[in-house]
């Protein structure tokens, strides 16, 4: 499986991004898609994902601005981040698993490349 994220790049406070992990390999639909998001000098964290069948979890930091969904017809995963503010300036990565999400990146067997986000103030 591979995945190749896309459409970070840099934006003012409370503006809007929208990511994407495209897949190719595997069975998409049986996968479960993760975010997570890494800033400089500190650990991975999850951000959200949605399980193979839709189900949606996000962290507590994110909640009410970001929204994960994905197109199984196109192999593809979706981050909508809205009210962006400083804080979520990070390297982001999608990830993926069999079926359900979790929220340890070690517990997920394939990563993206990562695509940078930078909200400036």
């Known amino acids: 499986v591979q995945l190749v994220e896309s459409g970070g790049g840099l934006v003012q406070a409370g503006g809007s991004l929208r990511l994407s992990c495209a897949a190719s390999?595997?069975?998409?639909?049986?996968?479960?898609m993760g975010w997570f998001r890494q800033a400089p000098g500190k650990e991975r964290e999850f951000v959200g994902g949605?399980?193979?069948?839709?189900?949606?979890y996000y962290a507590d930091s994110v909640k009410g601005r970001f929204t994960i969904s994905r197109d199984n017809a196109k192999n593809t995963a979706y981050l909508q981040m809205n009210s962006l503010k400083p804080e979520d300036t990070a390297v982001y990565y999608c990830?993926?698993?069999?079926?359900?999400?979790?929220?340890?990146?070690?517990?997920?067997?394939?990563w993206g490349q990562g695509t940078q986000v930078t909200v400036s103030a």
């Open positions: 990830a993926s698993r069999v079926m359900v999400v979790v929220i340890k990146p070690k517990d997920y067997d394939y």
């Open positions: 390999g595997g069975t998409f639909s049986n996968y479960a």
């Open positions: 949605i399980s193979w069948n839709g189900v949606i």
